[in-house]
């Protein structure tokens, strides 16, 4: 009924400079770094499909969010030139990188392929 409270929706963790290091450095899980702008109409299309996959791979690939305007130390260090931009990461290193509206399927397949190792 209309009075129900609606389930929380899950989101991904917002990253930011101040808790980089323990929830992407220290990780123990694969992360993905998903560099966003607020302006950016792709960064809006592919909000929800991060948001899924957040859900989807919780536990085994940590999904993440980072707006690259409010973070410029770690849009410099990652060398962000356009967004969006995807980093995986896996024990503190970036092991792949990819740009621009990635399919859902698609994104779930990359991301096996951490899950698996």
Request: hydrophobic residues 40%; proline residues 5%; glycine residues 6%.
């Amino acid at each position: 009924m209309f009075w129900k409270k609606k389930k929380d929706k899950f989101r991904a963790t917002e990253v930011h400079e101040g808790n980089f290091k323990e929830l992407v450095m220290d990780s123990e899980i694969p992360v993905v770094l998903d560099f966003w702008g607020e302006r950016c109409t792709p960064c809006s299309v592919m909000s929800s499909i991060v948001d899924e996959l957040a859900e989807e791979f919780d536990g085994k690939v940590r999904v993440t969010k980072v707006n690259a305007a409010m973070n410029p130390r770690l849009s410099q260090v990652f060398q962000i030139k356009g967004i969006p931009t995807f980093i995986i990461m896996k024990d503190g290193k970036a092991v792949q990188r990819f740009q621009g509206i990635v399919p859902k399927p698609n994104f779930q397949e990359i991301l096996n392929e951490y899950v698996a190792d």
